[in-house]
């Protein structure tokens, strides 16, 4: 009996947390909606008069990146600025044939008359946030835009964002990121769907109430003095962006998030890809969390309900480990409910946590709304995009969960980039990228005996108690099922 009791202990705790989760994003939800009603009237540069045209450096990061170099350069070329106030520094890290690649194309960009520099170092030493360190020491600009190798902002997207440093306490404007292969494959879908969420519901409904938010590693601004106030970029955690937001935001400088400018991106189309992804952002979110809690905590500027919000943003990626352990122990606690009838109202208690689930729904439902459109069709393809997004999400829990405890473990690891592989919309071929991991790891065959556990759960429901089976947990199960095998089976056949 107590192993049941542990069981059981260790179930309801992590119900409760995802709970708690839960409410803090209806709680996002409700400033979300508040928010969008609000008039922006932040005060602005006046880009009419030439001597409020504040002087920009363009940091593009990256390291081995040969199928997008081209295709970013060109890119960041046609944005439209004074070039008297434009510098762009390539912070090119690349050990592969990209370095003479790239170094082509900034020869051709220079002859057009664009100030745009080709900066090497000759080791990778803080990874990114060494390489943003490393080109901060020369650059010329008062604000520094940094975008990651697969973005492709607008032309006029430094015209739509730099206007709102007027404001001397601003230290970070960032935007949304846009999907150019959203619709490519069910990954890159269950993936838009997800940063949806997240530079939706969560940014817009944290920034609006003046909790902290994140800058998210591309696609914004930093205010140069902000960076050097808060410590500079540091490279002792996996999400540099995330550390460097709290150290400035815990000095009072205010984040601006900009819903409506959206910066457009490549999706991970191969699965390696995005689990390598995954990894790194949550067990950084994992190594913030032990690095920032105390701070946060003690911080006397920092209201109460922002501490509550901040340390369970830090905590976003620890709740994969609580659906894990709901997850696995799910499976005994249905026969643990069948045998022990004693414990019939601590089942019937334990049957409202299933709210947590339609929190989300919800949730969830005015982020696709916002950004699909409403009504009874759109509705439709929202539940099906929910059930998809919900159980390869669970499917990850594995995976996410042993990303967590390294994390919160200090298990040091080395930044390992996402691949990028050039696709447009439907079109593009991945297959001779020489940047995808071909071996699966361990962790694929326990995802595999995972799914068929899941099988057994499907199973248990038939056979427990006396009365014709309990399929109470039976749709838990089956979207389990369902999760794991597609993580484990596109892990295996390295397809997207």
Not at 263 to 277: C, F, G, W
Not at 389 to 410: Q, R, Y
Request: glycine letters at 6%; a positive charge; hydrophobic letters at 45%.
């Amino acid at each position: 009996m107590v192993i049941e009791y542990i069981i059981i202990i260790i179930y309801s705790l992590s119900l409760l947390l995802i709970f708690m989760y839960a409410l803090a994003q209806l709680n996002l939800l409700l400033n979300y909606l508040k928010a969008r009603k609000k008039v922006d009237n932040s005060e602005k540069y006046n880009f009419s008069n030439t001597n409020e045209i504040p002087f920009i450096t363009i940091q593009l990061p990256v390291y081995n990146e040969l199928y997008v170099m081209e295709r970013l350069l060109k890119n960041i070329a046609l944005l439209e600025y004074p070039r008297e106030k434009l510098e762009i520094q390539v912070l090119d890290d690349s050990t592969d044939e990209s370095v003479e690649i790239t170094a082509k194309l900034i020869k051709e960009i220079q002859a057009l008359g664009i100030d745009i520099q080709h900066t090497r170092r000759s080791n990778r030493q803080g990874f990114k946030a060494g390489a943003l360190k490393e080109g901060l020491k020369t650059a010329k600009g008062e604000f520094i835009a940094i975008f990651d190798a697969d973005f492709l902002p607008e032309p006029d997207w430094l015209y739509k964002t730099v206007p709102y440093f007027k404001d001397p306490e601003i230290g970070v404007v960032q935007t949304r990121w846009g999907h150019i292969n959203r619709d490519y494959s069910t990954l890159t879908k269950i993936q838009a769907f997800a940063l949806d969420a997240h530079f939706t519901l969560e940014q817009v409904g944290r920034n609006s109430q003046g909790h902290f938010i994140n800058f998210n590693g591309t696609a914004g601004l930093w205010r140069k003095e902000c960076i050097y106030d808060a410590g500079n970029w540091e490279g002792d955690t996996l999400t540099e962006d995330l550390d460097l937001s709290y150290r400035a935001q815990l000095k009072n400088w205010k984040f601006k998030y900009l819903e409506n400018v959206v910066t457009p991106a490549e999706l991970p189309v191969v699965i390696s890809a995005a689990r390598s992804q995954q990894f790194r952002w949550n067990k950084g979110g994992a190594e913030n969390f032990q690095k920032m809690m105390k701070r946060v905590i003690k911080s006397k500027n920092v209201p109460f309900k922002t501490k509550i919000h901040s340390l369970l943003h830090l905590l976003n990626s620890s709740m994969f480990t609580c659906i894990f352990l709901v997850a696995v122990l799910s499976v005994p606690m249905l026969y643990i409910k069948n045998e022990y009838a004693h414990l019939k109202i601590y089942f019937y208690v334990m049957s409202f946590f299933v709210i947590s689930s339609l929190i989300f729904f919800v949730c969830y439902w005015f982020m696709f709304k916002a950004i699909y459109g409403g009504g009874f069709i759109k509705f439709i393809k929202y539940i099906g995009s929910f059930f998809t997004f919900f159980s390869i999400a669970m499917g990850f829990s594995l995976h996410n969960t042993i990303a967590v405890l390294e994390g919160h473990l200090g298990k040091k690891s080395e930044f390992i980039r996402t691949p990028k592989f050039n696709i447009n919309g439907l079109k593009g071929e991945w297959k001779s990228n020489k940047y995808i991991k071909k071996k699966p790891s361990f962790h694929v065959i326990l995802e595999g005996l995972l799914a068929l556990y899941f099988v057994f759960g499907m199973y248990s429901a038939f056979i427990v108690g006396n009365q014709g089976g309990d399929f109470g947990l039976f749709p838990f199960h089956f979207m389990l099922f369902i999760g794991y095998s597609y993580v484990f089976v596109k892990s295996i056949f390295s397809k997207a």
